[in-house]
C-alpha cells in the first residue's frame, strides 16, 4: 500500500488488514490510488434532502440498548448463535463478526463466562451506536433532535418544524 498510495498508508492502521487491502484493491481495480479517487468527490448530495437524526442523552440510550439486549437472550439469541456456529461455514463468514454474534464464541469455547459474552455484546453495541454519532457529526450535515421519551408528540413536532423549515 505503501508504494501504491503513500497517504492511505499513513491513514490506516497498519494491523486494519481488511481495509489495507481494500485501499490496495482500489488501485489495482482502478489504476489510480484511493487518495486520487477521494479527492475528485465532491462529497455533495444528489438528492435535495433534509437529514435528521434523533438523539439522547447517553445514559439513556445505554439502559435502552442494554434492554433490547437482555430481551433478545431472552427470545433465543443463546441458541441461535449455538446453531450457527456448529456451521463452519458460519465461522468463515463476515456474519460471525457481527455484534452480537462474535461474543459469544469465545463463551462456546469456554474462554468466558456467558455473563461475560452478554456484557462484551452492550459494550460493543454502545461502542457501535457512538461511533454512528460520530460519522453522521462529521460525514453529513444532521439536524439534531433530542428525543422527548416523555413526550414523543413534541419530538415529532420538532421533526415537523424542520423539515417545514
Not at 9 to 28: D, Q, S, W
Not at 31 to 56: C, N, P, R, V
Not at 114 to 123: P, R
Amino acid at each position: 500500500l505503501k508504494e501504491l498510495d503513500e497517504e492511505s498508508a499513513n491513514k490506516i492502521h497498519f494491523n486494519n488488514r481488511r481495509r489495507v487491502l481494500r485501499a490496495i484493491e482500489i488501485c489495482l481495480e482502478n489504476g489510480t490510488s484511493k487518495t486520487e479517487i477521494e479527492a475528485k468527490q465532491e462529497h455533495k448530495m444528489i438528492y435535495d434532502a433534509t437529514i435528521i437524526g434523533l438523539t439522547i442523552d447517553r445514559k439513556i440510550l445505554h439502559e435502552i440498548q442494554d434492554k433490547r439486549v437482555d430481551l433478545m437472550m431472552e427470545e433465543g439469541l443463546l441458541k441461535e448463535v449455538e446453531s450457527l456456529i456448529k456451521n463452519e461455514d458460519f465461522l468463515n463468514n463476515t456474519a460471525s463478526q457481527a455484534i452480537g454474534y462474535k461474543e459469544f464464541i469465545p463463551y462456546f469455547n469456554n474462554e468466558i463466562s456467558l455473563e461475560e459474552a452478554i456484557n462484551q455484546v452492550k459494550i460493543h453495541t454502545h461502542q457501535y451506536a457512538k461511533r454512528q454519532y460520530t460519522f453522521f457529526r462529521n460525514q453529513l450535515n444532521v439536524s439534531w433532535v433530542e428525543v422527548d421519551l416523555l413526550n414523543f408528540n413534541k419530538t415529532i413536532e420538532t421533526v415537523n418544524n424542520i423539515i417545514d423549515g
